[in-house]
């Protein structure tokens, strides 16, 4: 089957401008998450959808961090205005479900987007 | 809240060598789930292994196995017969508790960078 498709894989920009991230999960995965991962650290939860609803976005800086799921498939993360400090990798997965056993709970990563922001 | 601990920032393992990375976790929900995920230098992140909390036998994939230790709260993965491929980054994960969406939410530690030496 085919992966977690995530673009684009670098991009760089002046801070206060904006950017967008795509992803496209496998096909039949009704769990979406976006993570962000700064250099020397472990992933953190920006948002997570079941099909094309927010289920938690707790962590999300939503005065500059927005993100949508159309048609429960395709997810974009918008960043307006960047700062410094959301120099990191945006890392988008996919799983089955995330209700019920935690042992559907597998993640499926893309390759992941990497941000500078100068 | 849940909470998973790396405690080993870096280790260095001589080919062919096991080695075993140490990962505890605090959460208290009974039904919770732990895994091992590989992040080699191209940034992907590769699930690895999984255990759930009433599993009765530590769970082994090839050469990975989970030594759980459920009253210790500790999940360490076992690395047997190191090789070279080997060297990664490598996150322990746990899902569990429910986010205001009233699904499982998966939290990562800070990693663990082994090097595996000729």
């Known amino acids: 089957e085919a992966g977690v498709a995530q673009s684009p894989r670098y991009k760089i920009i002046e801070k206060r401008q904006s950017v967008a991230f795509w992803c496209n999960p496998i096909?039949?995965?009704?769990?979406l998450y976006w993570y962000q991962q700064i250099l020397g650290q472990g992933p953190k939860l920006l948002i997570q959808?079941?099909?094309?609803?927010?289920?938690?976005d707790s962590q999300l800086p939503k005065d500059r961090f927005s993100a949508e799921r159309l048609k429960g498939v395709d997810s974009t993360l918008k960043i307006q205005p960047a700062k410094l400090e959301d120099s990191a990798v945006y890392l988008c997965a996919s799983s089955f479900h995330s209700g019920g056993s935690s042992g559907a709970n597998v993640l499926t990563f893309g390759a992941g987007s990497r941000l500078t922001v100068l | 809240a849940q909470k998973i601990t790396q405690t080993q920032p870096g280790m260095f393992v001589q080919e062919k060598e096991a080695v075993t990375l140490d990962c505890t976790y605090d959460?208290?929900?009974?039904?919770?789930?732990l895994f091992w995920y590989k992040q080699p230098s191209s940034g992907e992140m590769i699930f690895l292994i999984y255990q759930g909390s009433y599993d009765q036998q530590n769970a082994t994939e090839g050469r990975y196995s989970l030594n759980f230790q459920k009253a210790r709260k500790s999940a360490n993965l076992v690395i047997s017969a190191s090789q070279l491929g080997d060297s990664a980054m490598y996150f322990c994960?746990?899902?569990?508790?429910?986010?205001?969406?009233?699904?499982?939410?998966?939290?990562f530690g800070t990693g663990t960078k082994l090097q595996v030496i000729p």
């Open positions: 959808f079941q099909n094309n609803g927010v289920v938690d």
């Open positions: 959460t208290s929900d009974p039904s919770y789930g």
């Open positions: 096909s039949g995965h009704a769990t």
């Open positions: 994960a746990m899902s569990c508790g429910m986010n205001s969406g009233g699904y499982q939410k998966v939290t």
